[in-house]
């Protein structure tokens, strides 16, 4: 994947799709100037390269659980990935980011009871072998979430062992 290289052709597309990913192949083609059957192989290989996909997304307001939780982790630096990967495979976990500064770990996960999140961030995650801290934040408010731009999916760099 590190060798892919988008022209402005694609990047023009995506951009289209990412306003409306409904609109039609038929629609693009007219608006970007090329054959239907372009943007129908353009988007094709797109998928198949992992660079887009396609899904509804729902509001924080559509989740089962009712609060929103980020978890800091602080692991050993050499275990990171490997600490991010056994975070990410834990049930209630639905993101897992490897970050900069004093938490090298984020993982967030929505729940109902108080005592779900102190089961995950202090009886299992902090268990994690190579883990050293671990602090939560509880979202109280969401005051903007543009889903166009903080997407959130499940592949991620930590799927392949390349950087």
Excluded at 22 to 41: C, D, P, Q, Y
Aim: aromatic share 4%.
């Amino acid at each position: 994947m590190a060798n892919i290289q988008l022209d402005d052709l694609d990047r023009q597309l995506i951009d289209l799709l990412a306003r409306d990913a409904r609109v039609s192949n038929r629609k693009i083609a007219t608006e970007l100037g090329v054959t239907e059957g372009t943007v129908r192989g353009r988007i094709k290989r797109l998928q198949q390269d992992k660079l887009i996909t396609f899904t509804a997304i729902t509001g924080l307001q559509m989740a089962s659980k009712s609060r929103l939780a980020f978890i800091w982790v602080q692991a050993d630096v050499e275990r990171t990935r490997e600490v991010a990967r056994l975070i990410a495979d834990m049930d209630p976990v639905n993101a897992v980011m490897i970050t900069m500064g004093s938490f090298n770990i984020m993982a967030m996960c929505l729940f109902d009871e108080l005592d779900d999140l102190v089961e995950v961030a202090s009886d299992r995650i902090l268990a994690v072998p190579g883990v050293h801290h671990v602090e939560t934040s509880i979202a109280v408010k969401t005051v903007k979430y543009n889903a166009r731009v903080a997407k959130i999916t499940e592949s991620s760099p930590l799927d392949s062992d390349g950087d």
